[in-house]
């Protein structure tokens, strides 16, 4: 039985157009971590050894490359690294349920302004935060990862839309600026 | 013509543009209509009844006459306001609404008729003989009605939306909006200054004076030059705020690309959605005309207009300009005019106490009580006292007094307070929290009143954010509006209250007349304030007229409701993002490319797309691949892709007990390693949805939805869990796009799936079990939705495309391959599967024959209302399968052979039809009332849309291997 | 419209599903008669001035919420979790 | 006064100064037999066919604001005949025959105009179910055609075909749907109504209803108390209101709808149209302009008015659909306020105090049925017995599981 090929929702695509880049990306395994009633404890005992912890509503942490992002009512996604036992939450494997995109450049607020009914820019969505809200009519988590950079998830199944969303709004975008009188 | 030293055009810059098939030149700066003005050109428009000719009116968004089409290369847009459309090098546009041409319009006939087209009058007729009204009247109707055209070809401009947020929205940029703006910006408070003219300054542009001591004009600049260099300030010119939505929402449309030639990705507009905590009216005010005999002539203008045409454009609408005006306000547009060298013929002034002291006869105590000229004014007729004056004129400017530009405030069903010593309405406070009108907005008419109030709304603003600012206010004008109210001229001809929709003060009185008192009933049956400017420039004086013919104030009779949008906005600008795909998200599965690769048609099946057959070659129709693959399942080994199916991952040591709760049947007693069908229902007792759940290990089990209801099912438990049990150990996730899985089935089905399992497992029915493929950890089901021996196997995602050409490349070789969804359902229907075409959402347990999956010894949702009476009895429609050896129908009805075939003889409906190959019959699916007691019986199968009329058999739904010995094979 | 969800604060309406009135949260215990399931599931006090209401944050973060909410103005004096409601 | 072509022409040659009013404006009497409550176009047509149909004339409709003044002054004033469940099917079927006779008995042009409905569907399943409706529809004796997508383009060239989210597989046409101008249909019943004897009592809002061991006495109103021996509530959405006067809770939640109108156009549109896969309906008015909705707010209101998401949803369901409108302005936007039940149809029925009657429960389907629900509730309150028609409109049959749940979506007031 030959080695199943794994493929990426996008296979790695990049585009710049004016300020803004666009780029799929590898965040690692995902896990799904959801705190079971009274489990709080435990669960940071286990977090301790990446040297996370449950992060705080609209935020996410990161230490040595792994990400422990906030998504619900005590829970949360760990990326970027393997989760450790914890036996009062339910853990369950994301990985291969999104896809990733980052949009980063100077212009990167206004292009996701087209599609996010949320304030985006620096003072009202600092680096370090983590929304769940809409891009058009897909959910997805967006992570503030730079002063001009954000992580978007999206569903792996609708990737193509994402991508072809922004990507419009990037050429309307460039194209506004490009008449500005 | 145009006037030298004047306008804030650009003389440098000629700009070439079309109207009616004629070339003419402006200037960049110029809007078509003061292009239009300038080379002299008065008749633009023809009204909507009569067809009377039509002429600016107006400088602003709130122009009835001057509607034109602007023709792209691939487009046009109708309706355009020529005074906010700018010009731009090869502009083309055209008038609208005329029979032949625009001189020559042979619909004029129809002002001719006005004594039989007064208000209402087509209630009144049109009604005999009866097949004449759609087949005579409505037709020459609907043709003479509409004003401009669509090209009825797909709109293929680029448009987009957005969002933006603020501390303070102000709307408008006169002195008292950038008086606000100012103060909240050097508060550092957020700010966006909407703007919807291309130029900012509002009045101040047109009207001169002096601010700080500063000609108005360069104040505006040096404000500007300040605000432009904040960055927390936003400018925001071409954008009009349309409408006040809750909680300090707004909509704007901001005119992106209409100025220019189109260009790839630049966008004709943008819709956006602003946030705001506080926002400031400062939209001004909008001048009144006065209704006299013919006051709807191409030349009588706004006087305002005729100032701005003057001071932003250099250009003057006559040679020998007449001023009608009520206020000591307007009489500056005579000065200037005077003083630009133009002749002024007279000013005549209704006050009897006005001063007639100007460079030019002043006819105080004088009304206006005609005009001649047909395309074009030539002359009026003023009577002052008893005395007839014939004045010989091209151009009459005249004002009633100001409207404040109330709207906005007016968007949340707030009614407006009547001012008697204005003689206007204003807003009403409060009326959309977080909204304060200034300014002319708020019936401060005087440049002092306006920055004195936008000033006092910045300074609120500021404070309420908790900030702290000081800024002065520069001294300005503040002359007092003395107005002596007039509304209307007593006269016996028409007299023109709505320009656009052709309503007179007569047809007010008419509506009066005939016990339409009410202003909304005057309104709906004038059409007073239903054209295109909705009553900007005649809803107050059409109801001063209607308060007079009822005998009551204007405060009592009140105003109509205030709708958004402020102004008109394209579909195309708030449907932005909608045309094509975009309307809706792609979901795609990681089999779609290899589907696409063997030439299967992919359909849409909700979000997602799936295959519907794949033909081989040779196969013309999409039976003919269908039968084989039905064949190909039931003799070797079929492969179809069922990730679309929603997967809910449910762990903890409530989990079961959860599943009992939402599932009919129960799951608490599942050992691991096993699979069980259930029943959901709705809380109403009906059916919500089915699938088979797994048990994975003693606290972990992963539910299956169908493709249609997993959004719906997740939200569902998300209600459950939190509302009744949100203390339970049980939490849950779905894991739809995390697997990708395939079913295996038919005879060989085992070998082709042990052929991939590192290490073979024997699986029985409704089993499951961890495996490894390919050095993939994977999860093997051993469910079948086809009736033979089947099994679905699931791996990541990621591997998901690599397993679907693999199994199906081994398939092949096996005799089978990969089956579409047409195929899948013929399987299906063959072994009386359900699928939501079955339970449609008005079906219950009871009538789908699985009353005893409600287990007795628990609650679960939806148990007790399923047993009210109306969801039990004979008379309810059950589920049956049907036989036929002709072609049968989906959505046709059942009837008892012999029986009259109406709605009290009806007996039931067919929902799944299929040719079965396998049983060589059509086989269906349906509902006949009492239908398990009628197994065997023939009842009659009727479709009217499709011409069948098949006597059926009645059957037991499972015609295939009903004992389901293939299934435990 | 906005609403501010207790978790992921002040959102566009857009993001969240509305299901109908606080009753669907009071369920008739089992073997309860069937007036009062008729109660449950349909009968409405569905006033002109301040309810509660049940709304979903479809795409935030998929909590049920209790609103109490002006149905003339449009008004929201509160929302709470409809898993950490008072009782 | 009858109005006639020629007596336009002749009242037209002297100045108009002949036409009288089309109702009269009385105060209110002390007594009548009837009191309808609600002067919009199912009270109105009530008490017309009171008095037409059952010689019931002293009759009075106390209407809070002005007639006409909720939801028949504001709809999409589309008429059908498609509904497919036992129950719904007859009434709208005779509600249609109404309509078709309409002018000539009101003597009034409501401008009735049948050019066509057409219901789009996206998908096999989408098609059956039409199908189903479709038969249902026949098996009524109304009319319906299954076109194909060529016999959808064939009606409507201008849909977009080729690049569209959801393909068009087909439509059901249903010949005799159309549209007529809302308002006219209110005041030719009120006129008719007024014609016959019943006082149309204008700016006269109901405060409470009078009870005497369990028997309804008559009303309060703000111009005073005014006895009736039967009462009959008709007032859409404020229905949960005035029934809680009498003690009543209702199976209603009040919804807003929103609807939209452009600016006016030469006609580009002939027909009815539904789009099967976003929520978006539209006809062109005979003065041009192109009048469209989609679904509700989903949210309990009663501010008549809606918020953006429902809009930009409708406007982009346009866009997808028939892209061409896309340069056509919205000129209105407006909300009406819906009495949604929790199976999406009416009640016509007694209640539990005698001589009080219920008509609500119209969802956003009341404009369609004005004819017959005055009709059924005329002939309700006069025998004492519901219209053949009218007769599953029963209050009760949500207690009882009886429903008529034409979209399948189950007892969530706001799913229909």
């Known amino acids: 039985m030959p080695e199943l090929i794994a493929k990426s929702a996008l296979e790695g695509r990049e585009l710049t157009v004016g300020t803004v880049t666009l780029a799929e990306v590898d965040v690692g395994p995902i896990t799904s971590i959801a705190v079971f009633p009274g489990g709080a404890k435990a669960v940071a005992k286990g977090l301790k050894a990446l040297g996370l912890a449950m992060p705080e509503p609209n935020s996410f942490t990161e230490k040595k490359g792994a990400r422990i ?113 | 013509m145009r006037v030298d030293g004047k306008g804030l055009i650009d003389r440098t810059k000629p700009v070439r543009f079309r109207f009616d098939g004629k070339d003419y030149a402006g200037y960049k700066g110029d809007t078509l209509a003061s292009a239009l003005l300038a080379n002299d050109v008065r008749l633009v428009g023809r009204s909507f009844k009569y067809h009377r000719p039509r002429g600016v009116l107006t400088a602003g968004s709130e122009e009835p006459n001057a509607l034109v089409e602007v023709v792209g290369p691939s487009n046009q847009t109708p309706n355009v306001r020529a005074t906010m459309q700018e010009v731009f090098e090869g502009l083309v546009a055209q008038s609208q609404n005329r029979l032949g041409s625009l001189r020559f319009d042979l619909m004029a006939v129809n002002d001719y008729l006005s004594p039989f087209l007064s208000a209402g009058f087509y ?143 630049l966008p004709r507009e943008c819709f956006w959605r602003i946030v705001a905590k506080h926002a400031v009216l400062a939209a001004g005010a909008l001048e009144r005309p006065v209704a006299f005999e013919n006051n709807d002539r191409p030349g009588i ?23 009608f005006a009520n206020t000591d306000q307007a009489r500056g547009v005579a000065r200037e005019l005077m003083a630009a060298g133009v002749t002024m013929a007279a000013i005549i002034d209704p006050r009897p106490d006005a001063s007639a002291v100007e460079d030019c006869p002043v006819h105080v105590g004088a009304e206006v009580v005609g005009s001649r000229g047909r395309l074009g004014l030539s002359g009026i007729q003023v009577r002052k006292g008893s005395e007839i004056i014939e004045i010989e004129t091209d151009c009459l400017a005249m004002s009633g007094g100001w409207n404040p530009t109330i709207h906005l405030t007016c968007h949340m069903n707030g009614r407006p307070r009547w001012s008697e010593d204005l003689a206007a309405f204003v807003p009403m406070e409060g009326a959309v929290p977080g909204l304060v009108a200034v300014g002319a907005a708020n019936g401060s008419f005087s440049t002092h009143g306006a920055l004195a109030t936008g000033h006092a709304a910045g300074m609120k603003a500021v404070e309420a954010l908790g900030r702290k600012v000081s800024v002065p206010v520069p001294e300005a004008e503040d002359m007092p509006y003395r107005l002596k109210a007039l509304w209307a001229v007593e006269g016996k001809g028409r007299a023109w209250l709505d320009f656009a929709n052709d309503v007179t003060t007569k047809d007010v009185k008419l509506a009066a007349q005939e016990g339409f008192r009410s202003v909304e009933h005057m309104k709906r049956y004038t059409t007073q304030g239903m054209a295109p400017d909705q009553g900007k420039n005649s809803n107050v004086a059409a109801l001063a007229v209607l308060a007079d013919a009822t005998g009551r104030g204007i405060a009592e009779t009140g105003v109509t409701t205030f709708r958004p949008p402020y102004t008109p906005v394209s579909i195309a600008a708030m449907g932005a993002g909608g045309r094509a795909e975009g309307f809706a998200p792609q979901r795609f599965l990681t089999s779609d490319q290899a589907s696409r690769d063997r030439g299967a048609p992919m359909i849409e099946a909700g979000l997602w797309y799936r295959p519907s057959y794949f033909p081989k070659p040779g196969e013309t129709t999409w039976r003919e691949a269908c039968d084989r693959e039905v064949n190909m399942v039931r003799q070797a080994v079929g492969v179809a892709d069922v990730s679309t199916l929603g997967k809910i991952d449910i762990q903890g040591r409530d989990a079961g007990k959860f599943l009992d709760f939402v599932y009919t049947n129960t799951f608490s007693t599942l050992p691991v390693g096993r699979v069980r069908y259930g029943l959901m229902l709705r809380e109403d007792g009906l059916v919500l949805d089915d699938g088979t759940s797994a048990r994975l290990g003693e606290n972990h089990y992963l539910m299956t939805t169908t493709t249609a209801a997993a959004g719906l099912v997740m939200r569902h438990l998300d209600f459950v869990h939190q509302a009744f049990c949100a203390d339970w150990q049980v939490r849950f996730i779905s894991v739809t796009e995390s697997w990708a899985q395939f079913a295996v089935a038919g005879p060989k ?56 050409r693999d199994l199906v490349a081994r398939a092949e070789t096996m005799g089978g391959g990969p089956y579409g969804m047409e195929a899948l359902n013929v399987l299906r229907i063959e072994k009386g599967f359900i699928t939501h075409a079955e339970i449609h959402g008005r079906v219950t347990a009871h009538d789908i024959g699985m009353e005893k999956m409600v287990s007795a010894k628990k609650d679960c949702i939806g148990k007790a209302a399923a047993t009210r009476p109306g969801m039990w009895g004979p008379e309810r429609e059950q589920l049956v399968g049907l036989k036929a050896s002709a072609p049968i129908s989906a959505g046709a009805h059942l009837f008892v052979p012999g029986a009259e075939v109406h709605r009290e003889t009806d007996q039931g409906y067919v929902t799944s039809i299929c040719w079965s190959p396998t049983v060589g019959a059509w086989l269906g699916l349906g509902f006949l009332k009492d239908g398990r007691a009628r197994l065997g019986e023939k009842v009659r199968l009727v479709d009217h849309l499709r011409g069948l009329d098949v006597i059926c058999e009645v059957c037991h739904p499972v015609f295939h291997d009903p004992d389901g010995e293939k299934l435990r094979a | 419209m906005r609403l501010t969800c207790p978790l992921c604060g ?20 089992e073997g309860a008669p069937l007036a009062e399931w008729d109660n449950y599931l349909h009968l409405r006090d569905n006033p002109a001035g301040v309810t509660k209401d049940l709304w979903y944050h479809e795409a935030g973060c998929s909590q049920w919420l209790m609103v109490t909410r002006n149905t003339v103005t449009h008004e929201i004096s509160a929302v709470e979790l409809v898993a950490e409601r008072k009782a | 006064m009858r109005y006639s072509g020629l007596k336009v022409i002749t009242e037209g040659l002297f100045g108009n100064k002949g036409w009288t009013p089309a109702w009269r404006d009385p105060a209110p009497k002390a007594e009548y037999d009837v009191i309808i409550i609600g002067g919009g176009g199912h009270g109105l047509s009530t008490a017309y066919y009171l008095a037409k149909n059952h010689g019931i004339t002293n009759v009075a409709v106390l209407e809070k604001g002005y007639l006409g003044s909720g939801n028949i002054g504001r709809n999409t004033t589309i008429v059908r005949a498609n509904y497919f469940l036992p129950g719904n099917s007859e009434f709208y079927s005779h509600s249609m025959k109404l309509w078709e006779g309409l002018e000539a008995d009101l003597n009034y042009n409501v401008m009735h105009s049948q050019r066509g409905l057409i219901n789009l569907f996206h998908s096999d399943g989408q098609r059956d179910a039409f199908v189903r409706r479709g038969n249902a529809m026949i098996n009524q004796g109304d009319d319906a055609i299954l076109l194909d997508r060529d016999g959808v383009r064939e009606h ?41 004897g019943v006082d149309l009592i204008q700016n006269c809002e109901v405060t409470g209803i009078d009870i005497e061991n369990g028997v309804v006495r008559g009303v309060q109103t703000t111009r005073g108390a005014i006895r009736a021996k039967k009462v009959g509530i008709v007032v859409a959405g404020r229905s949960s209101q005035v029934a809680a006067m009498a003690g009543m809770r209702l199976p209603i939640e009040s919804h807003i ?43 309990a209101s009663y501010a ?83 219209h053949e028609v009218a007769r599953k409109f029963r209050l009760d049959r949500f207690a009882t599981g009886h429903l008529l749940d034409e979209e399948g979506t189950g007892s969530q007031h706001n799913l229909h």
């Open chain 1, 69 to 181: 992002v906030w998504t619900g009512r005590e829970q949360a996604f760990l990326l970027g690294a393997d989760c450790p036992a914890l036996e009062s939450a339910a853990v369950t494997d994301q990985s291969d349920g999104w896809a990733v995109l980052s949009v980063s450049g100077a212009g990167a607020v206004d292009v996701l302004a087209r599609w996010v009914p949320l304030d985006l820019r620096l003072g009202a969505c600092p680096v370090g935060g983590a929304v769940r809200t809409q891009l058009n009519h897909m959910n997805v988590v967006i992570l503030r990862t730079g002063d001009h950079a954000f992580e978007i998830m999206v569903f792996r199944s609708m990737a193509r839309t994402a991508w072809h969303e922004v990507e419009s709004a990037m050429h309307m975008l460039a194209a506004r600026s490009a008449t500005k009188i």
């Open chain 2, 123 to 265: 209630y009144k007729t049109f009604m005999w003989p009866r097949a004449f009204w759609e087949g005579l009247y409505e037709p020459l109707i609907r043709r003479a009605a509409g004003l401009g055209s669509l090209s009825g070809k797909h709109d293929e401009g680029t448009y987009e939306k957005a969002f933006a947020f603020c501390d303070v929205l102000v709307i408008g940029s006169g002195p008292a909006g950038l008086m606000a703006a100012l103060t909240a910006g050097r508060a550092g408070a957020d700010v966006i200054l909407c703007e919807e003219s291309h130029v900012l300054g509002g009045r101040l542009l047109s009207d001169g004076g002096t601010i700080g001591g500063q000609p108005a004009g360069e104040w505006v600049a040096s404000v500007l030059a300040e605000l432009q260099a904040l960055p927390n300030v936003r400018i925001m010119a071409r954008t009009t705020v349309t409408g006040a939505y809750d909680h300090g929402t707004y909509g704007a449309l901001e005119r992106v690309g209409l100025h220019k030639p189109a260009r790839p990705n």
């Open chain 2, 301 to 323: 203008m706004m006087a305002s207009a005729v100032r701005t045409y003057l001071n932003r454009y250099g250009v003057v609408p006559g040679k020998r300009v007449t001023l």
């Open chain 2, 749 to 804: 089905a085992r070998g082709l799936v042990n052929s991939f399992l590192e290490t073979p497992v024997e699986l029985p029915f409704m089993g499951v079990a961890p495996v490894r493929i390919g050095g993939v950890d994977g999860r093997l089901f051993r469910i079948s939705f086809s009736g033979e021996e089947g099994y679905e196997l699931a791996v990541p995602t990621r591997y998901g495309e690599a397993l679907f």
């Open chain 3, 10 to 29: 002040e959102r566009d309406r857009r993001e969240f599903y509305y299901c109908g009135a606080e009753d669907y949260l009071h369920r008739p215990a």
């Open chain 4, 156 to 196: 409507l060239p201008y849909l977009d075909f080729d690049n569209t989210r959801f393909p068009i597989y087909g439509g059901l046409l249903h010949p005799r749907g159309g549209s007529a101008r809302h308002d006219a249909v209110a005041w030719g019943y009120a006129r008719g109504a007024d014609q016959r």
């Open chain 4, 257 to 299: 709808l929103q609807a939209f109108v452009t600016e006016g156009l030469k006609p580009v549109i002939n027909h009815v149209i539904s789009f099967g896969m976003g929520h978006f309906y539209i006809s062109q008015s005979d003065k041009g302009g192109l009048v469209f909705g989609g679904d509700l707010d989903f949210y």
């Open chain 4, 304 to 386: 008549a008015r809606g918020n953006l998401p429902m809009v930009e949803h409708v406007m982009e369901a346009g866009m997808t659909l028939m892209p061409m409108i896309g340069r056509a302005k919205v000129l209105r936007s407006w909300g009406g306020i819906m009495d949604m039940s929790p199976d999406g149809s009416p009640v016509i029925d007694k209640t539990h105090v005698d001589g009080l009657f219920i008509d609500c429960g119209w969802n956003y389907g009341g404009f369609k049925a004005v004819p017959a629900s005055g009709w059924c509730m005329a002939h309700l309150m006069a025998t004492g017995e519901p």
